[in-house]
């Protein structure tokens, strides 16, 4: 789930207003958690009555306040206000730079901004207002999400509006007479939508990273487990060296067109024991044929001596015969 915060600053009401059209498009997202806040007035009551702002700050009463704090735990944060002499509203800026020691802890790095705001006409200050909070949003570590010319009301020239591809924003005109028309509520629903699915993507992806990382850190854990290992193995383990041969064949060879000729430990075994028995079989039949030899030879010396005897034996009656 991607928890999204629509953060605003509004003092006749107008970027309230836009903030309800972004906050829509957000839950149009599926998974989307989505929060409306404000953040806290800095002018009193009668300085308010005197602006003629004091019944547009009454219909905000039940919106909740944002605490600096709580900002931590979005992954989506839109800002919103007004512009004051081309920047954003004072109380805003006051609210950003009490973020400092979050931003001391990288507590939104890595995390998506994006915003909107108001002007008193059609050129007053909206484009560099939402420039003007850009180095703020950069400094605490954000992803800064603008509005793309995908949104075709972007494109129009039928009606004076407002809207920039660094966001959407509403012209109030000279007396705040002027609520946000048809289109720039489209363009900030669009933005809504727009920003809240690039933070569900980037909260997506970061978290399959994540994943994969553990899985990867507890593969090598376990193939990095010490074992017995194999004789003569120079340091391998038995089980790595058997999972290496899952693609032997049965007498225990790589298939052909392998670069390895690694044996598992049983099929060399046999193989030393097949090679001890030919090697005592052989020995065997050699010391057989080696003492046939030599019965032959004992056999055949005895047979001449005992000719040589008959023939001695012959000669000397021969000679006294004679």
Not at 134 to 155: A, D, I
Request: proline share 3%; charged share 20%; aromatic share 6%.
């Amino acid at each position: 789930m991607v928890k999204v915060l629509v953060l605003f600053y509004s003092t006749y009401g107008h970027i309230y207003q836009m903030a309800k059209e972004i906050a829509a498009g957000c839950k149009e997202v599926e998974g989307a958690e989505v929060s409306i806040k404000r953040v806290p007035e800095t002018l009193s009551m009668d300085t308010l009555s005197r602006m003629g702002a004091f019944q547009a700050q009454q219909a905000l009463v039940d919106i909740p306040i944002a605490t600096a704090n709580e900002l931590q735990f979005y992954d989506v944060i839109i800002f919103g206000t007004p512009t004051r002499f081309g920047g954003m509203a004072a109380q805003m800026k006051l609210f950003i730079d009490s973020l400092q020691y979050l931003w001391q802890n990288h507590a939104f790095v890595g995390k998506v901004a994006s915003c909107f705001v108001s002007s008193g006409s059609q050129h007053g200050g909206q484009e560099s207002t939402i420039l003007n909070f850009l180095p703020p949003l950069f400094e605490l570590g954000f992803m800064y999400v603008g509005l793309p010319y995908t949104c075709k009301e972007l494109n129009g020239i039928e009606e004076m509006k407002g809207g920039s591809p660094y966001g959407c924003s509403t012209i109030v005109g000279e007396r705040c007479e002027r609520l946000p028309s048809d289109q720039e509520k489209k363009m900030a629903r669009f933005q809504g939508r727009h920003v809240t699915m690039v933070g569900k993507s980037l909260l997506i992806g970061r978290n399959a990273l994540l994943n994969n990382n553990s899985n990867s850190n507890t593969t090598n854990k376990v193939n990095t487990t010490p074992s017995s290992p194999v004789k003569g193995g120079g340091g391998v383990t038995s089980d790595v060296f058997n999972n290496n041969l899952t693609s032997s064949n049965n007498n225990g060879l790589r298939k052909e067109g392998s670069n390895s000729s690694l044996t598992s430990p049983t099929t060399a075994k046999n193989r030393i024991v097949e090679d001890l028995k030919m090697e005592e079989t052989g020995s065997n039949l050699r010391s057989s044929t080696s003492s046939a030899s030599l019965d032959k030879k004992s056999t055949t010396s005895n047979n001449n001596n005992n000719n040589n005897n008959r023939n001695n034996s012959s000669t000397k009656r021969g000679c006294e015969l004679m």
